[in-house]
């Protein structure tokens, strides 16, 4: 019987079975996401380092061309393949792939999900409640959101558990053990529900995973891990995405990078000629924006700046500037006291909690609900052209600030 790869990492953790033993059994990974050509892709991990399976869709039988064979530390072939335009009904090792939305309305944020063992900074892994990235998985594939947005930190296990804490037999290093923990093992149920833009956070540069982010989920064809990696744009019917690695460029303090400015050009340049609305994904809060744009028009045409990073959730309303919106509560361990006073002076609201966000497309704006763990509505905010609003926080149990 073909095992989930869900049960295989129970089975690891409840039973202590070696890790390698547990990949072995899993079965092939499939998931469609957004490369740096701006088209959907599907991707496949095959564990043992096998063939490439197929697409098959309308009677026709497309094999994945090989991105990465197996290598050390990473017994998988990782395989890729450019989606046809109007795919329906296509499935890959007999797994269905999810619709390709046109104009998505119904788009779920997170970032920052992974379980930290660094050193002495380390979380229970094996509890669910210290580590929620599982739950907020299922939590957002039950909405069934047209698209998902993860604005980047996905590697966190980069040492060993320690005795006496929540996390044995879990892996470490840069290794594909590590990145199924982290990432493959609990994103399955979201795997089959929609595709994913995947942002690169400063947890994948090449000095954290060199290997990992590269082989698994960048979104250049070259399978090697650069420090920079130009933007990547993704056009939808109703919107345009600008998806900027700042993975080693320090955009949350100023002055603005000059790479990060230049980046930011190009997809002011962009938004002009898209005439449609336009979000900038970067993992990094951008404060530098602010100085860089300050008193410019190009600020204008972005309608939201979309981030992770801070482990929270903010909402912070410039003056002359696009909102900033980020969401970085995915499950790594949340915001320190610090970290909460240095977004003060943005303005706006900002929430330690673990959760995600859902941007549901109504008339001409996007209502946002952002949830606990349970699903509960934490807040309800409003982006609107420019304007972006929330309303008072609606459940208890979590820090929540409001900046005047």
Not at 129 to 153: C, E, N
Not at 347 to 374: E, L
């Amino acid at each position: 019987m073909v095992r989930t790869i869900a049960v295989v990492m129970a089975a690891m953790v409840a039973a202590a079975v070696s890790i390698g033993a547990a990949i072995a059994q899993m079965p092939p990974v499939v998931w469609v996401q957004y490369e740096a050509d701006g088209l959907p892709h599907v991707r496949a991990m095959v564990i043992g380092g096998g063939a490439c399976p197929a697409l098959i869709a309308g009677g026709t039988s497309t094999p994945l061309a090989v991105r990465a064979p197996a290598a050390d530390g990473f017994p998988d072939t990782v395989c890729d393949l450019a989606l046809p335009a109007n795919l329906a009904g296509a499935n890959v090792a007999g797994v269905a792939l999810p619709a390709i939305p046109r104009a998505p309305t119904t788009i779920a944020l997170f970032a920052d999900t992974g379980c930290r063992l660094k050193g002495a900074d380390v979380q229970a892994c094996n509890d669910p409640a210290a580590w929620p990235f599982p739950a907020i998985v299922r939590d957002i594939a039950a909405a069934h959101p047209d698209l998902v947005i993860h604005v980047g930190d996905y590697y966190y296990r980069e040492s060993a558990c320690p005795a006496g804490v929540n996390c044995a037999h879990s892996p470490h290093g840069d290794i594909a053990a590590s990145w199924i923990a982290d990432y493959f093992g609990p994103m399955q149920p979201l795997f089959a529900v929609a595709p994913i833009v995947n942002v690169r956070g400063n947890h994948e540069d090449c000095t954290r995973s060199p290997n990992g982010w590269a082989r698994y989920l960048s979104g250049r064809p070259e399978v090697a891990c650069v420090v920079h990696e130009a933007p990547a744009f993704i056009a939808f019917d109703n919107l345009l995405l600008a998806n900027v690695d700042d993975a080693t460029e320090v955009t949350e303090s100023l002055p603005a990078p000059p790479v990060f400015a230049t980046d930011l050009a190009l997809v002011d340049a962009r938004a002009v000629r898209a005439h449609r609305e336009t979000w900038l994904l970067v993992h990094r809060p951008p404060v530098a924006y602010e100085a860089t744009h300050h008193g410019r028009s190009a600020g204008s045409h972005l309608a939201a700046l979309i981030s992770g990073h801070i482990h929270t959730f903010g909402a912070y309303a410039l003056d002359g500037e696009p909102p900033q919106v980020l969401v970085g509560m995915g499950g790594d361990n949340l915001a320190a006291d610090g970290e909460l006073t240095q977004l003060a002076p943005f303005g706006g609201v900002t929430d330690r909690h673990f959760g995600y966000a859902i941007f549901v497309r109504n008339g001409t704006g996007w209502d946002i609900t952002v949830h606990d763990v349970d699903t509960a509505v934490h807040r309800r905010c409003r982006l609107d052209g420019h304007a972006l609003s929330c309303g008072p926080a609606l459940t208890a149990g979590t820090t929540s600030r409001a900046h005047e």
